[in-house]
């Protein structure tokens, strides 16, 4: 039985790190999976649902990393995961030091295993400029 990872993205006005009932959830907001052996070339791609979830399926066992990236939606936003520096209350994605993305920390899937709640609360700082497109780990 093959296992899978879930989560949803929502865009985190207060920048506290929990999703609040007024906090809107992503649409159609790609997210990657990567081999954490290999973070530069992504094996999954999803989008989000309505609600922000996302669901990779079908996944054998392994330790896979999770990925998303800044100014996704086309529009002039820098998406940043809460908190700045590291995982903290719903929010399950870090940004890698270059700041040019988002990845989880390695996520162990088992036989049959339903790994979820990998949620990253986003959000979009006043005054600071978006840097481009993604950085080797959010390579497809």
Same mark, same amino acid.
């Given at each position: 039985m093959k296992g899978s990872?879930?989560? !949803?993205?929502w865009l985190d006005l207060n920048?506290?790190?929990?999703?609040?009932?007024?906090?809107k959830a992503l649409f159609d907001h790609p997210v990657y999976l990567y081999q954490a052996?290999? !973070?530069?070339r992504a094996i999954q791609v999803v989008?989000?649902?309505m609600g922000g979830e996302y669901t990779f399926t079908d996944l054998g066992l392994g330790i896979y990393v999770v990925g998303i990236k800044p100014n996704e939606l086309g529009i002039d936003r820098y998406l940043l995961p809460l908190p700045r520096v590291g995982t903290g209350n719903d929010n399950k994605?870090? !940004?890698t030091?270059?700041?040019l993305c988002a990845i989880t920390e390695p996520l162990e !899937?088992?036989?049959?295993?339903?790994v979820t709640s990998i949620d990253a609360g986003?959000?979009?700082?006043?005054?600071?400029?978006?840097?481009?497109?993604?950085?080797?780990?959010?390579?497809?």
């Open positions: 990872i879930s989560g !949803v993205l920048d506290d790190g929990f999703r609040d009932a007024d906090e052996s290999d !973070v530069t989008k989000t649902g994605f870090k !940004v030091p270059d700041w !899937v088992t036989e049959g295993a339903a986003l959000r979009n700082p006043m005054g600071i400029m978006p840097l481009g497109g993604g950085g080797p780990c959010c390579s497809t």
